[in-house]
């Protein structure tokens, strides 16, 4: 079974900084990407940043240059680094993980239960 455990979330006044964290557990094979998403109240969940196993990273357009993604393989940890927050950054942030369970398996895709980030202006 694996799990995805997320941190780091809270209340930050607009123009503030927030660190999230998310760590992976359970049986894991190996690892495609991890990453963020996120939904504000009444809107549907969108990428926030992905982190592929090669390095490669995948930014909403309008987030690159604010937020950064980080990943520790060694600790099945992905990391979203978020500065200048703005109110409508605010929302449920939820950690993903595409991975394969064993080597039997193909991949599969996994959500940790999500960390609520609020902006205030």
């Known amino acids: 079974q694996v799990q995805l455990v997320e941190s780091g979330g809270g209340l930050v006044q607009a123009g503030g900084s927030l660190r999230l964290s998310c760590a992976a557990s359970?049986?894991?094979?190996?690892?495609?990407?991890m990453g963020w998403y996120r939904q504000a109240p009444g809107k549907q969940r969108e990428l926030v940043a992905v982190?592929?196993?090669?390095?490669?990273?995948n930014y909403a357009d309008a987030l690159k240059d604010r937020f950064t993604i980080s990943r520790d393989n060694a600790k099945r940890a992905v990391y979203l680094q978020m500065n200048s927050l703005k109110p409508e950054d605010t929302g449920v942030y939820y950690c993903?993980?595409?991975?394969?369970?064993?080597?039997?398996?193909?991949?599969?895709?996994?959500w940790g239960q999500g960390t609520q980030v609020t902006v205030s202006s």
């Open positions: 993903n993980l595409d991975a394969r369970p064993n080597i039997l398996s193909g991949s599969r895709n996994y």
């Open positions: 359970g049986s894991i094979f190996s690892i495609n990407t």
């Open positions: 982190l592929g196993s090669s390095g490669y990273a």
